[in-house]
């Protein structure tokens, strides 16, 4: 692919910012309709228990109070859908707990929705909701998953009650078994993936409005308008999909949370419908932790057999995740699909793994940065670590020895179903290592524990899988002015999609992106579309645009052609015009549209790309920590990454997404602590009390790459929007451990590694040694 002065590889900077920071974004909460309503949902304060609502005329007869919704206003809406159920490892289901738009008689965990109230103001809303006399009987809960799990536990529901979503299983669980009982070393750890709340910052927004000709119009923050489209028409509203028109605008954080469709989203439909007037929800911060959707909350077991030289025989895994009280969206999916990345970068020969799914009386748990792929490295990382104190081998030297090397590409996998197309681990491993400078540690050690401190350096090699499954269809149209829209299925949230679409199309159309609009976010301009998520936008919806646009560069030239005089062969595009080689003839982009045979078809370029397979993105994050023992306060000191995109796109939005990533996998490891108690409260429902990553907890980041192609795309790119959160979580774990284990012999802790956590673990270590 040739150089352009806007095009694919340059470090353009972010032409959407200019728009953004004076003033002129335009999200969710932005769009108030004229003669707008305003309503508020009435939440469960219990983790589970009956209830009647015993008076809901008060609240309808108070003042500027519109409309109050029960689940008995509500029969003919369908649940919110979990669209993923797994199968247990017989091929048995257990059973599906979908999400009740209203619940009806019984709550299942604190924030649950019992009725909706529409009134003029927000202030009104909340007063009606206040009114609303509802008797609750409490009943037995439970919210940790262990506990969930014992005999005789609580059953959240009645239909399943064991409490067990599904339990699955994937490989040869004899012939590992078998390898396991002649293994010279056996290494076993158990850990925690702690429970996140994303915390975006801007919350969700909804607002629905109805006009008896054209059907409903959603306006909400997501991550892909027509999949929220399709579940709300055929699943809960149970019409046609062009009766519904979804639309977001700018989008202030998605990290999964945002891909789903809530139950406030046919709330506003219908409320709208019934009033004939707009009906606006803004999610407030508590409405966002205890209704939308958690991330991680993984227990797991993990065990590697090796020979005597530490290569690795076999391992087996025995994951559970806490699923909540209902089945969000992809729920279930995303333990499982965690899993089927538990090969990581090694040629482990045979592997087993148990998944389950648990239910609990907290809120639901879905998708989130990375979407169970954090989780599997986590485990697997941490356990690569764990063998390597064991057996006296250092972890750089036992990760070579059994490094999928670059010659076995393609591998296939002994669990998931996964081929690796590219990759060359060691090369960014000794890289990072070196830029880390690794080898001088123990110097630096010596000089913290001089200054009083703890000192560790700790790595994660990992791999990921991103872009696969359903394509993208892309249009792009040249405009009667000379500009070019884009028209695309995927939603930016904050990436940077105008940017590097426009750099797709540049390649191709040499224009410059400040006359290159990208539409996203409307079902009624964007024909299909699968969103954001999954790492996608680029190795999907982007290859997509630079297909569509190669398209409309060939169709232009033919127009030009005549124009010019001259055959299609000897025309070139460049400098937003089309001219003939060699030449100064040239006909403008916009001359060129106001051609006769310039139809809008001649002027639209298209682009369909379906992915054969995923991409693997991997790297290496290497992480270097300082601890102070009296207070057990941790500071990452050092921190450097080599990754592996394929291709990359922009330098600089690329960077930007993984600096983004590691913080959220900083927060994880060191501070987001999600915490329900006995009686099933949440008890971190605030900033007060969840602590999210500040400036001050990060430093900054050596980044670089060492690409290899990607060969399951046209333009070799492997996706890039998760890597950080998935690295970042074990590199900085491996390190708080590799400085807690050189001075008081602590080799594990859970996330996150929290000043209390660190501090008591010392405690503890310094009262055993003194016994």
């Given amino acids: 692919m040739s150089v352009k002065k806007f095009g ?67 029969t003919h809406l369908g649940p919110v859908p979990c669209l993923a159920p797994m199968a247990n490892a017989d091929g048995s289901r257990n059973h599906v707990a979908h999400i009740p738009v209203l619940c009806e008689g019984v709550v299942k965990h604190v924030g649950d929705a019992v009725a909706f109230v529409v009134a003029d103001s927000v202030e009104r809303a909340k007063d009606g909701a206040e009114a609303i006399v509802v008797d609750y009987e409490t009943l037995p809960q439970v919210s940790d998953m262990r506990a969930a799990l014992r005999k005789g536990a609580p059953a959240v529901w009645p239909q399943q009650t064991d409490n067990v979503v599904f339990d699955a299983e994937m490989g040869d669980r004899a012939a590992v078994d078998a390898v396991f009982a002649k293994a010279a070393r056996v290494t076993s750890i158990e850990i925690e993936n702690n429970r996140l709340i994303t915390n975006y910052m801007e919350t969700r927004g909804a607002v629905g409005e109805y006009d008896a000709k054209a059907g409903f119009t959603l306006t909400t923050s997501s991550q892909g308008v027509h999949g929220i489209r399709d579940t709300l028409a055929g699943k809960i509203l149970k019409i046609k999909p062009e009766k519904i028109r979804v639309l977001t605008g700018d989008v202030g954080g998605g990290f999964g949370t945002k891909t789903f469709c809530y ?42 057999a090796m020979d005597a030289q530490g290569r690795f025989l076999a391992m087996r895994f025995d994951v559970i995740g806490n699923l909540g009280a209902y089945l ?21 020969p045979v592997i087993h793994v148990r998944v389950r799914g648990v239910y609990t009386n907290t809120v639901p748990v879905d998708a989130y940065r990375g979407a169970g792929r954090p989780e599997a490295a986590y485990l697997l990382e941490r356990l690569v670590d764990a063998a390597a104190r064991e057996t006296g081998i250092k972890p750089e030297t036992l990760r070579r020895r059994n490094f999928i090397p670059p010659k076995a590409m393609p591998y296939k996998t002994p669990v998931g179903d996964r081929t690796y197309d590219t990759g060359d681990f060691d090369t960014h491993m000794t890289r990072a290592l070196e830029a880390a400078e690794w080898d001088g540690i123990k110097d630096r050690v010596r000089a913290s524990r001089k200054a009083g401190k703890l000192r560790g350096i700790g790595l994660a090699t990992y791999i990921e899988c991103t872009a696969w499954g359903s394509g993208e269809d892309v249009e792009i149209r040249l405009e009667t002015d000379g500009t ?102 040239r006909i403008g982009f916009t001359d060129l549209a106001k051609l006769p045979a310039a139809t809008e078809a001649m002027r639209t370029g298209e682009g369909d790309f379906v992915p054969p397979d995923a991409t693997y993105p991997n790297g290496t994050h290497v992480a270097e920590v300082e601890i102070d023992p009296e207070t057990g306060v941790t500071r990452i000191v050092n921190y450097t990454i080599c990754d592996d995109f394929g291709v990359a796109v922009n330098p600089l939005l690329l960077a930007g997404q993984v600096h983004g990533g590691v913080v959220q996998g900083i927060g994880q490891a060191l501070l987001e602590r999600t915490v329900y108690g006995e009686d ?40 890039a929007g998760e890597a950080g959160s998935i690295g970042s979580c074990p590199a900085v774990i491996n390190a708080v451990v590799d400085a807690l284990d050189r001075a008081y012999g602590i080799r594990n802790i859970d996330m996150p590694a929290t000043p209390q956590r660190i501090h008591a673990a010392i405690r503890a270590a310094t009262l055993a040694a003194a016994e």
Avoid at 544 to 570: I, M
């Fill in 8 to 74: 694919v590889g340059q470090p353009l900077r972010r032409v959407e910012d200019h728009r953004l920071l004076t003033g002129g974004g335009r999200y969710t909460d932005d769009y108030t309709p004229e003669k707008s309503l305003y309503a508020v949902v009435l939440r469960s304060p219990h983790a589970h228990a009956r209830f009647t609502i015993r008076d809901v005329e008060a609240a309808r007869a108070m003042k500027g109070v519109r409309l109050v919704l029960t689940a008995a206003d509500i």
């Fill in 263 to 304: 139950r406030e989203y046919p709330l506003v439909l219908e409320a709208a419908k019934r009033l004939r007037r707009p009906v606006k929800w803004t999610a407030d911060r508590t409405d966002h932790f205890v209704a939308d959707a958690h991330g991680r909350d993984n227990l797991a077991k993990a065990e590697v």
């Fill in 328 to 348: 969000s969206q992809y729920g279930p999916y995303i333990p499982y699909l965690g899993t089927t990345m538990l090969t990581g970068v090694y040629k482990t």
């Fill in 484 to 585: 070019v829209t884009i028209f695309s299925g995927t939603q930016s949230n904050g990436q940077g999609h105008a940017t590097a679409y426009a750099q797709f199309a540049a390649q191709h159309l040499d224009l410059d992106p400040a006359k290159i609009r990208v539409v996203q976010g409307d079902t009624a301009l964007v024909a299909t579309g699968n969103g954001t998520g999954g790492s996608r936008s680029i190795p999907v919806g982007g290859v997509s645009v630079h297909l569509a646009a190669q398209n409309l560069a060939e169709k232009l030239k033919r127009l030009a052609s005549d124009a010019l005089e001259a055959s299609v062969e000897d025309l070139e595009i460049a400098d937003g015009a089309v001219r003939v080689v060699g030449t100064d003839k």
């Fill in 680 to 719: 099933g409260q949440l008890v971190t429902a605030s900033f007060m009390d969840y602590c999210l990553p500040r400036a001050d907890d990060v430093p900054f980041f050596s980044f670089e790459t060492r690409n290899v192609p990607s060969t399951t795309n046209p333009l070799g790119i492997k996706g």
